[in-house]
């Protein structure tokens, strides 16, 4: 792990298309600014592996239909 300090305004890169920048300190919390292309998926870490979950799933549910259908001979 990286491990790098910051103060007000300042930002680190990361490649070349992601800005991340320190805009406030209150307190024990920070709050940062990221610029990122739209295409690049910005989540907090409990909300991603929330996301990963329920993908993980509905990829097992639609995983077990599709074997059901299979054995069913349902091959639609």
């Known amino acids: 792990m990286l491990v790098l300090t910051r103060r007000l ?10 800005e ?3 805009l406030a ?3 024990d ?4 600014g990221i610029d990122a292309p ?4 910005i989540h907090r870490k409990e909300v991603h592996l ?3 979950k329920e993908n993980h ?3 097992r ?7 059901r259908g299979f054995i069913k001979g349902d091959f639609t």
Do not use: F, P, W
């Not at 305004?9 to 490649?15: P, R, S, Y």
């Not at 919390?29 to 940062?32: F, P, R, S, V, W």
């Not at 739209?38 to 998926?41: A, D, G, M, T």
């Open 61 to 67: 549910k639609v995983s077990l239909e599709g074997l």
């Open 50 to 52: 929330e996301i990963q």
């Open 25 to 27: 300190i209150e307190g």
């Open 9 to 18: 305004q300042e930002a680190i890169q990361v490649g070349d298309d992601i």
């Open 29 to 32: 919390q920070i709050k940062l």
């Open 20 to 22: 991340i920048k320190i």
């Open 57 to 59: 799933e509905a990829g």
């Open 38 to 41: 739209r295409n690049i998926e």
